[in-house]
């Protein structure tokens, strides 16, 4: 059933913003009481450890590969595991979910822009116009049908940050169009683990400036959270996603995180449906598809096999 999954590329995609739309609300829930060095650190290392047992025979076949192409794989482990989600988790000590949600948003055009500048890939009509009609969605959605609340919105130094981290992860998800031949598990067990070691020096330094750790219940339970869904199982999701439909056909779904973040505040947090939930949510669905069945078929990568065993 899992092979099965990894084979239905918009399930895939419709599950990782779902998976980071909570990495985001429990981030700026945590914000100053585990720092974002450190909670990055722990993610990644616990999410390795999660990994290892299931990836350490893939990684075994792959390296070969993996020592042909370290390069690459040095890069997208530094923008997409080491610099992104550090810059993410300390932009959220600053500035409210709220912003981030809607920077974010931009993610879709970065990823356009890097596709064009580093694979020469082109957006089709058709992908444009799903990718403004989703963005038109979100902003219903922070917006709360009240565009004065855009207007409104001051930029911080969070804010800034959070531009920079969707720079960083636009350079990710273009490159990830040009990853060999790995198997799933064999990719993201290099990716992850070189990541978190990449990420050490700054742990360290971090740990030497920073108070104690204090790993109480909510602590504990916010890094299970972001070691598993949005790590382990939103990059392998994720990756495959590009791996079969490309990165401009997969970036329309970036969108979806602000339609999932509003759904979980309504059902766990208390907050009330509107009319502006339903239009936004109209408006991103259909961006998504629109993005989706007028990509153009030449965009296609290079390698759509099905999952190798591992």
């Known amino acids: 059933m899992f092979r099965r999954l990894l084979d239905a590329p918009y399930l895939l995609l419709t599950l990782v913003p779902l ?23 722990l993610r990644w290392v616990l999410a390795v450890a999660i990994l290892l ?47 981030v949600l809607l920077i974010q948003s931009i993610g879709p055009l ?18 444009a116009g799903g990718i403004c009609l989703s963005l038109l969605g979100v902003l219903v959605i922070i917006c709360r049908g009240d565009p004065a609340v855009l207007v409104n919105i001051e930029f911080n130094r969070g804010d800034l ?53 204090v790993f109480d219940a909510q602590a504990l339970a916010a890094i299970a959270y972001v070691a598993v869904f949005p790590s382990v199982l939103a990059y392998l999701f994720f990756n495959r996603g590009v791996q079969l439909v490309g990165p401009n056909r997969a970036a329309p779904f970036f969108h979806l995180m602000p339609v999932f973040g509003s759904a979980l505040a309504i059902l766990f947090l208390g907050e009330r449906p509107h009319l502006y939930h339903a239009a936004g949510y109209a408006l991103v669905l259909g961006g998504v598809v629109i993005a989706t069945l007028w990509a153009p078929k030449t965009g296609r990568p290079r390698e759509v096999s099905r999952v190798r065993s591992s």
Request: glycine fraction near 8%; hydrophobic fraction near 55%.
């Open 110 to 127: 970065l990823i356009a822009f890097w596709s064009f500048v580093l694979n020469g890939e082109r957006l089709s009509t058709g992908q």
């Open 53 to 99: 047992p299931f990836a350490l025979r893939a990684m075994r076949a792959d390296w070969p590969l993996m020592r042909r192409h370290w390069k690459l794989i040095a890069v997208l482990a530094l923008t997409g595991i080491t610099l992104f989600n550090t810059m993410q988790y300390h932009a959220l000590e600053f500035t409210p979910a709220l912003n």
């Open 161 to 213: 940050w959070m531009i920079a981290a969707m720079i960083v992860y636009g350079i990710y998800s273009s490159l990830l169009a040009r990853r060999p031949a790995f198997s799933q598990l064999g990719f993201l067990g290099f990716t992850l683990g070189l990541g978190a070691l990449l990420l050490t020096p700054l742990f360290v330094a971090e740990r030497l400036v920073s108070p104690p750790l």
């Open 19 to 41: 998976f980071w739309a909570g990495n985001i609300v429990l981030g700026r829930h945590i914000a100053g009481h585990v720092p974002p060095a450190t909670l990055a650190w």
